[in-house]
């Protein structure tokens, strides 16, 4: 997908909508560093078992099954964020594409978020990501590092997640192919990443 690639390039405006925070941030290694901040916060506001509420702005969750949820849930918030930078800089660079899906009532509500990010490649070890931007990056770098058979071109090179069964043709295939989500034990998962990139025109 080319047009994304383009888009990538862009600087990325990063906003914090935690509570009253303004702050904006380019990458997202200092945006999830300054947002977890927020969350130590938070953590040290409330007993060990209490509620947490999260204070993304138009967001409203609750948690109550400890602080690993909100984290997870946060850190979906930092990465969708970059989602929608994403996506809106598709739109802008062509108008004709149409305008955003989601309104903007619910412009910050995700979805439920059971459990951390597992990593399904076969043989990689790699424990559960609380954070999906490093889960991301994660899977792409078994994209990059997979083994590509030489000898003839246009060899398939067969995709390592467990039971999926895709090929693809040379290493940009691959990628392209690990940026969307998987089904089978992550398969509600999936649906949610695909919906969330879909409705931002992101892939
Ligand atoms: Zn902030
Ligand atoms: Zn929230
Ligand atoms: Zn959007
Ligand atoms: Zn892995
Ligand atoms: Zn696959």
């Given at each position: 997908?080319?047009?994304?690639?383009?888009?990538?390039k862009k600087?990325?405006?990063?906003?914090?909508?935690?509570?009253?925070?303004?702050?904006?941030?380019?990458?997202?290694?200092?945006?999830?560093?300054?947002?977890?901040?927020?969350?130590?916060?938070?953590?040290?506001?409330?007993?060990?078992?209490?509620?947490?509420?999260?204070?993304?702005?138009?967001?409203?969750?609750?948690?109550?099954?400890?602080?690993?949820?909100?984290?997870?849930?946060?850190?979906?918030?930092?990465?969708?964020?970059?989602?929608?930078?994403?996506?809106?800089?598709?739109?802008?660079?062509?108008?004709?594409?149409?305008?955003?899906?989601?309104?903007?009532?619910?412009?910050?509500?995700?979805?439920?978020?059971?459990?951390?990010?597992?990593?399904?490649?076969?043989?990689?070890?790699?424990?559960?990501?609380?954070?999906?931007?490093?889960?991301?990056?994660?899977?792409?770098?078994?994209?990059?590092?997979?083994?590509?058979?030489?000898g003839e071109?246009?060899?398939?090179?067969?995709?390592?997640?467990?039971?999926?069964?895709?090929?693809?043709?040379?290493?940009?295939?691959?990628?392209?192919?690990?940026?969307?989500?998987?089904?089978?034990?992550?398969?509600?998962?999936?649906?949610?990443?695909?919906?969330?990139?879909?409705?931002?025109?992101?892939?």
């Open positions: 997908m080319p047009l994304v690639k383009r888009v990538k600087t990325l405006k990063l906003d914090c909508e935690w509570g009253s925070c303004q702050e904006t941030f380019s990458r997202m290694e200092k945006f999830c560093e300054h947002v977890e901040a927020h969350l130590s916060a938070v953590n040290l506001d409330e007993d060990a078992d209490g509620e947490r509420t999260c204070l993304w702005r138009d967001c409203g969750f609750c948690s109550v099954e400890g602080s690993g949820e909100l984290r997870r849930h946060v850190f979906f918030h930092c990465y969708h964020t970059k989602l929608k930078q994403m996506g809106q800089q598709v739109l802008d660079a062509q108008p004709e594409v149409g305008s955003c899906s989601i309104a903007h009532h619910n412009r910050n509500i995700i979805p439920e978020l059971p459990d951390n990010f597992v990593c399904l490649w076969e043989e990689c070890d790699q424990p559960p990501y609380e954070n999906p931007e490093w889960f991301y990056r994660h899977v792409e770098m078994h994209g990059l590092t997979v083994d590509i058979p030489q071109c246009e060899v398939p090179i067969r995709c390592g997640w467990k039971d999926c069964e895709a090929t693809a043709k040379g290493r940009p295939k691959l990628r392209e192919h690990l940026a969307q989500p998987h089904t089978g034990e992550a398969g509600g998962l999936s649906r949610l990443w695909r919906d969330v990139r879909k409705q931002h025109k992101v892939l």
